[in-house]
């Protein structure tokens, strides 16, 4: 199983970036799926994750209403739509599975991580 990170850059505050995640080796479209990120100094964060036992998305505070979760089941990809970013969404994203329908909370719980990709925010 690999899940394979891509999309991340420069960008100016305000403007738009999308993450790929595309998986090899299972489907994704049977497991959560989450993006974490983790900034410098900082420990890493759930950002957003979808849970296809009810369809729902979790998205932190700090995202809502400027990220939005999709996936594209026949490509087997989940993608991470951010608009309006901001200094502060500087960070390395990372995409993970967890092997049960529903998101969890807890890191240890995602049994499979991309290798990151990194954005940066600024002027």
């Known amino acids: 199983v690999q899940l394979q990170a891509s999309g991340g850059g420069l960008v100016q505050p305000g403007g738009s970036l999308r993450l790929s995640c595309a998986a090899s080796?299972?489907?994704?479209?049977?497991?959560?799926t989450a993006w974490f990120r983790q900034a410098p100094g900082k420990e890493r964060e759930r950002v957003s994750c979808f849970s296809p036992s009810d369809g729902t998305t979790y998205y932190a505070d700090s995202v809502k209403g400027r990220f939005t979760f999709s996936r594209d089941n026949a490509k087997n990809t989940v993608y991470l739509q951010m608009n309006s970013l901001k200094p502060e969404d500087t960070a390395v994203y990372y995409c993970a599975m967890h092997f049960s329908l529903l998101c969890s909370g807890v890191q240890a719980a995602y049994n499979y991580w991309g290798q990151g990709t990194q954005v940066t925010v600024s002027s």
């Open positions: 080796g299972l489907a994704l479209n049977y497991y959560a």
